[in-house]
């Protein structure tokens, strides 16, 4: 994954600019039909234990290519399977049966600890609420994982800074990259958060209704921030959500019944 996301800067989208649209889906980051998908899942069946002797199927034969710099919603009522499908896509469950291939690796033949490494370099994961360090700074929360990283040499800490300093102005969040959760408001928590899974330029972004704790105004600001990150950074991204209203700011709606995913 090319480190197309810090060529381009952006503004926040819950700030006016004029110059947005030039900025959006460079034509070599945009969603092309060819490209590897950056998430291929096979006939995945997600099986829980029910009961005495019965299983719950949480995912009943799910089949789904995401290519790079796509944007996805993924909606369904409560206990469909939506979070069940990305864990499985995320690698943090082996399904029952089935194939989950990332960025042209299948992480179902994988061991645990391949799969951490493979998730750390290829998978960005946003969670509801920004679950923020509270004793980091923001460009602290974007170098943790280099800095808890033995093997991390002196320049991959200096390249790291210089990435997440330049994500956060991206996110026009350089003049806050000193403070602390604390200090930040609730969209500019959940901006750090986002910017943080793109720090390792990730080929796949799974994000669970990233808008829960946030207000309407604030709420469409993200939708549409990861709309545009997304394009640019060229990263495949699947966002759960329960915000009917901000489907158009993606490509795609999939929908999810008992289980199975419909167009
Ligand atoms: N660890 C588990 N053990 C047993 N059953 C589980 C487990 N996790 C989820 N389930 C069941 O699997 C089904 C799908 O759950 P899942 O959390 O994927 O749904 P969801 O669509 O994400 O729901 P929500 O919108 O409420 O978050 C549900 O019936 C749920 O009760």
Redesign the pocket.
């Known amino acids: 994954m090319s480190t197309a996301a810090t060529d381009l800067r952006l503004t926040a989208a819950d700030e006016s600019s004029a110059d947005l649209d030039a900025l959006r889906t460079p034509a070599a980051a945009a969603a092309r039909p060819g490209a590897t998908p950056a998430l291929s899942v096979r006939d995945a069946v997600l099986e829980?234990?029910?009961g005495d002797n019965g299983v719950?199927r949480?995912l009943d034969g799910v089949s789904l290519d995401l290519l790079p710099g796509s944007y996805t919603a993924m909606v369904?009522?409560?206990?469909?399977?939506?979070?069940?499908?990305l864990a499985v896509a995320a690698g943090l469950i082996t399904p029952t049966s089935g194939t989950v291939t990332v960025a042209g690796r299948e992480i179902t033949g994988l061991t645990r600890g391949e799969r951490t490494a493979l998730r750390g370099k290829e998978i960005g994961m946003i969670f509801q609420q920004p679950n923020l360090i509270a004793s980091l700074t923001a460009r602290e929360q974007l170098e943790l994982t280099v800095h808890l990283d033995e093997d991390a040499t002196r320049a991959d800490k200096k390249a790291a800074r210089s990435r997440a300093m330049e994500l956060l102005e991206r996110v026009d969040l350089a003049g806050q990259a000193d403070q602390r959760p604390h200090q930040l408001s609730g969209g500019q928590r959940q901006r750090v958060n986002i910017v943080r899974a793109l720090m390792a330029s990730p080929a796949l972004l799974l994000v669970d209704e990233p808008t829960s704790a946030l207000d309407r105004e604030r709420s469409a600001a993200v939708v549409a921030l990861l709309g545009e990150l997304t394009r640019d950074a060229g990263v495949a991204t699947l966002m759960?959500t329960?915000d009917h209203e901000f489907l158009s700011a993606t490509d795609r709606t999939l929908t999810?019944v008992d289980?199975r995913l419909q167009d």
């Open positions: 829980y234990p029910d719950l949480a369904g009522p409560s206990g469909s399977g939506k979070s069940s499908l759960v329960h999810m289980g």
